[in-house]
């Protein structure tokens, strides 16, 4: 328990100096949340089906807009020049025009022909799709009451036999099948579930190369020359600076995890597989930030290159785009960083919950790498704190 002790506290010392840093209350408690949240909103897949803009006002418009909103999508009122403007800007996926003519027409029966305005951006072809499909439901509606009423059935009644017979007649039940890779990928995850699996790698190694800067300082200012001049060993530095490290990063996962979970209801499947993934990639970030902190001797330089490097192999791991999007090369290319790696064992249990056998083969690959980098982070650590005596 003595050999245990020295390591715990530098350990210790670690977290309290990160914690205690101003900057990281932001970097490390807000933004990373605040990033879940933007590529939540933009590519999540229990977003709502688009964003409309409708023109006009009447019996037709209230009926588009109720079926609109059945169907889930988000609906906004505007003249027709400032909805032209916000479907150009990007700020709505379609706009629909319902003029006094198709108000007209929509009263006495006859076909009216409504104008949609589409989008550039990518999900405008689904929402305008579903203003077609919303449109074509009202229409069958309004000739259902027109035959009745043709009929000599008041138009009153003939509206509410129509909505009754609609509640009465059950709906088919249709089950789609799609051999889409990417669709079978995607389907069923929530919102924001992959936007805080690759948020989690990204700040984890970020920090930990960053962190790196510590390092160094604790060599300039004369701190391992203290320490090392009570009864510490240098082995016992060398695992307190590696586990201080490792507990920074998991501090920085855990908490990304448990806050995604708690405000965005983030999915992370099997607790205890997504926290060993954790483990094993946060190990790699702890080796990565030893060799950064140990090669270097400039806080600036290495807080620098830390997040520079951090984020390049981020955008290469899958952190910034799904590496599911990515071409099958730069998809081979991007096992070389330990953040595709762990992006695909979160995936394999987040989606598809797969179980510790089915992801050993991406825990194995991230232990070697951790293995690696630990050694040779220690080994670096050692010379350099040879040099700080």
Same mark, same amino acid.
């Given at each position: 328990? %003595?050999?245990?002790?020295?390591?715990?506290?530098?350990?210790?010392?670690?977290?309290?100096?990160?914690?205690? /840093?101003?900057?990281?209350?932001?970097?490390?408690?807000?933004?990373?949340?605040?990033?879940?949240?933007?590529?939540?909103?933009?590519?999540?897949?229990?977003?709502?089906?688009? %964003?409309?803009?409708? #023109?006009?006002?009447?019996?037709?418009?209230?009926?588009?807009? &109720?079926?609109?909103?059945?169907?889930?999508?988000?609906?906004?009122?505007?003249?027709?020049?400032?909805?032209?403007?916000?479907?150009? !800007?990007?700020?709505?996926?379609?706009?629909?025009?319902?003029?006094?003519?198709?108000? /007209?027409?929509?009263?006495?029966?006859?076909? #009216?022909?409504?104008?949609?305005?589409?989008?550039?951006?990518?999900?405008?072809?689904?929402?305008? *799709?579903?203003? !077609?499909?919303?449109?074509?439901?009202?229409?069958?509606?309004?000739?259902?009451?027109?035959?009745?009423?043709?009929?000599?059935?008041?138009?009153?009644?003939?509206?509410?036999?129509?909505?009754?017979?609609?509640?009465?007649?059950?709906?088919?039940?249709?089950?789609?099948? /799609? &051999?889409?890779?990417?669709?079978?990928?995607?389907?069923?995850?929530?919102?924001? /579930?992959?936007?805080?699996?690759? *948020?989690?790698?990204?700040?984890?190694?970020?920090?930990?190369?960053?962190?790196?800067?510590?390092?160094? =300082?604790?060599? %300039?200012?004369?701190?391992?020359?203290?320490?090392?001049?009570?009864?510490?060993?240098? =082995?016992?530095?060398?695992?307190?600076?590696?586990?201080?490290?490792?507990?920074?990063?998991?501090?920085?996962?855990?908490?990304?995890?448990?806050?995604?979970?708690?405000?965005?209801?983030?999915?992370?499947?099997?607790? @205890?597989?997504?926290?060993?993934?954790?483990?094993?990639? =946060?190990?790699?970030?702890?080796?990565?930030?030893?060799?950064?902190?140990?090669?270097?001797?400039?806080?600036?330089?290495?807080?620098?290159?830390?997040? @520079?490097?951090?984020?390049?192999?981020?955008?290469? @791991?899958?952190?910034?785009?799904?590496?599911?999007?990515?071409?099958?090369?730069?998809?081979?290319?991007?096992?070389? &960083?330990? $953040?595709?790696?762990?992006?695909?064992?979160?995936?394999?249990?987040? %989606? $598809?919950?797969?179980?510790? &056998?089915?992801?050993?083969?991406?825990?194995?690959?991230?232990?070697?790498?951790?293995?690696?980098?630990?050694?040779?982070?220690?080994?670096?650590?050692?010379?350099?704190?040879?040099?700080?005596?």
């Amino acid at each position: 328990m %003595r050999q245990l002790a020295a390591p715990v506290a530098i350990a210790g010392t670690e977290l309290r100096r990160f914690l205690k /840093d101003r900057s990281n209350i932001f970097f490390v408690f807000i933004f990373p949340l605040l990033l879940v949240l933007v590529i939540g909103a933009q590519f999540g897949q229990s977003a709502s089906s688009g %964003r409309v803009i409708v #023109v006009g006002d009447g019996e037709l418009t209230t009926a588009l807009e &109720t079926t609109l909103e059945r169907e889930g999508v988000t609906l906004a009122a505007a003249e027709s020049g400032e909805m032209r403007e916000q479907v150009a !800007r990007g700020r709505a996926d379609a706009g629909l025009i319902v003029d006094d003519g198709d108000e /007209d027409a929509y009263a006495a029966g006859d076909p #009216v022909d409504l104008e949609v305005v589409p989008g550039s951006q990518a999900g405008s072809l689904a929402a305008v *799709q579903v203003v !077609r499909t919303a449109v074509q439901a009202v229409a069958l509606d309004q000739a259902r009451v027109s035959v009745l009423t043709a009929a000599g059935v008041d138009a009153e009644d003939a509206r509410e036999s129509v909505a009754a017979a609609e509640q009465e007649i059950g709906v088919a039940d249709v089950q789609v099948v /799609d &051999t889409s890779r990417l669709a079978q990928e995607f389907s069923g995850i929530g919102q924001f /579930d992959v936007g805080a699996g690759s *948020q989690v790698l990204l700040f984890v190694f970020l920090m930990s190369l960053a962190g790196s800067a510590t390092l160094i =300082g604790s060599r %300039r200012l004369g701190v391992v020359r203290r320490v090392m001049a009570g009864p510490v060993s240098s =082995g016992a530095m060398l695992t307190g600076e590696a586990l201080g490290r490792l507990v920074i990063a998991l501090f920085q996962g855990c908490y990304i995890m448990a806050a995604t979970a708690l405000l965005f209801r983030v999915d992370w499947g099997n607790l @205890g597989l997504s926290l060993l993934v954790l483990l094993l990639f =946060g190990a790699v970030s702890a080796g990565a930030g030893m060799v950064l902190g140990s090669i270097m001797d400039n806080e600036g330089a290495a807080s620098g290159v830390g997040v @520079g490097l951090g984020l390049v192999l981020a955008a290469l @791991g899958g952190c910034m785009l799904p590496l599911e999007l990515f071409p099958d090369t730069l998809r081979t290319v991007a096992n070389v &960083t330990p $953040h595709a790696w762990a992006y695909q064992a979160f995936a394999e249990v987040t %989606r $598809h919950g797969a179980g510790l &056998t089915d992801i050993l083969p991406q825990l194995g690959v991230l232990a070697a790498m951790a293995a690696a980098l630990l050694v040779l982070g220690g080994y670096l650590l050692r010379r350099s704190l040879a040099r700080a005596m």
